[in-house]
């Protein structure tokens, strides 16, 4: 496959990106797809998705035990320390997975209120539903309609015109979901679908690829009082290959109580709000129109020349992605 490069936010270094079972996937996505539809299609269901990712995190004998598992997590570059729990307690590779970080001290939030946070560790590519010049790639991506689902007809016209960031978690990121902005949430619905890759390269080989797999749609109402004050915020939680499923499990002090999300619940920004169970997946973040303005480097990365991608835009242009943090800021209040 092409080569793909992001940008580290921190010190504008281009990174090669190496991909975790890119062998595999890019085999699925060419030759099994074009000469093996049935095959493709029972692949990326929910039992094919999660006897995948049992085989990868459960499966006895395979990467099991402290030791092995802090070996595999050094090869994959994560830091431990920086965990609530003591490398010891890693004894398989889905608990690595599912690890909490002392969130407080390693990965500090802007006090402004009007700002919105990143919703995980990922690589993220930030714009606006206008620009002509990523039309292919919101078609490529989602469309609203697709996104909403079932309830398109009562959330589209709130986000139509709006701005949007998608952010890309790989398999060695921190996967709790935190919240982006403080609000209470007016609607919360899941969206049944399928479990294609994240990965670049199969999201270029199929249309509308977050809207077709299984999501969970959060709508958030920022202007409440304590709130951030940037209108109704979609935050969109999309599966992919072998994640077996997401929680919901907010908790307003660390990850201390954890309590299901449903309407009428206030969400603290920067706050722990749901756990993708192992794999690589997606978040999307719909602003409505005029609310917010993007920081100036998501938007000047997104355009940076000379970075290959596979996400390519049609007419030779492609859209760069930059990696952050979770709880870093993304953007203030217009």
């Known amino acids: 496959m092409t080569p793909h490069q992001y940008i580290e936010r921190h010190s504008g270094r281009v990174v090669d990106e190496q991909f975790f079972g890119e062998h595999w996937v890019s085999h699925l996505y060419g030759g099994v797809r074009e000469h093996a539809p049935a095959l493709f299609r029972l692949c990326t269901q929910t ?34 320390a920086e965990c609530v729990d003591s490398p010891e307690a890693f004894t398989s590779m889905r608990k690595l997975f599912e690890r909490r970080i002392r969130y407080g001290d390693c990965r500090p939030m802007s006090p402004a209120l009007g700002d919105i946070v990143s919703p995980a560790d990922a690589r993220v590519i930030a714009g606006d539903l206008n620009e002509t010049d990523l039309f292919y790639v919101k078609e490529k991506f989602f469309t609203l309609p697709e996104l909403f689902g079932s309830r398109a007809e009562r959330w589209c016209p709130a986000f139509a015109g709006g701005q949007f960031a998608i952010f890309r978690l790989t398999p060695d990121k921190y996967h709790y979901n935190h919240v982006p902005v403080s609000g209470t949430v007016l609607d919360l619905f899941e969206v049944d679908g399928c479990y294609h890759s994240c990965n670049p390269g199969a999201v270029m080989q199929v249309a509308s690829p977050f809207a077709k797999n299984k999501r969970v749609v959060t709508i958030i109402d920022t202007d409440v009082p304590g ?26 002090e660390r990850y201390d109580n954890p309590q299901p999300v449903e309407p009428g619940l206030f969400l603290e920004r920067g706050q722990p709000k749901s756990l993708y169970h192992p794999g690589s997946s997606t978040d999307i973040l719909l602003f409505q129109p005029g609310r917010i303005r993007f920081a100036a480097d998501l938007i000047a990365n997104r355009r940076r020349a000379g970075v290959q ?26």
């Open 47 to 80: 039992r094919a998705s999660a006897v995948l990712g049992w085989l990868q995190f459960d499966l006895p004998g395979m990467v099991t035990g402290a030791r092995a598992v802090l070996k595999m997590a050094n090869a994959m570059g994560i830091n431990l």
């Open 227 to 252: 709130g951030t004050q940037v209108g109704k915020v979609a935050m969109i939680e999309v599966v992919a290959l072998m994640i077996g499923r997401i929680e919901q499990c907010y908790s307003s």
């Open 309 to 334: 991608s596979r996400y390519a835009l049609g007419l030779g242009e492609t859209a760069v992605e930059t990696e952050l943090n979770v709880r870093e800021t993304i953007a203030c209040k217009a």
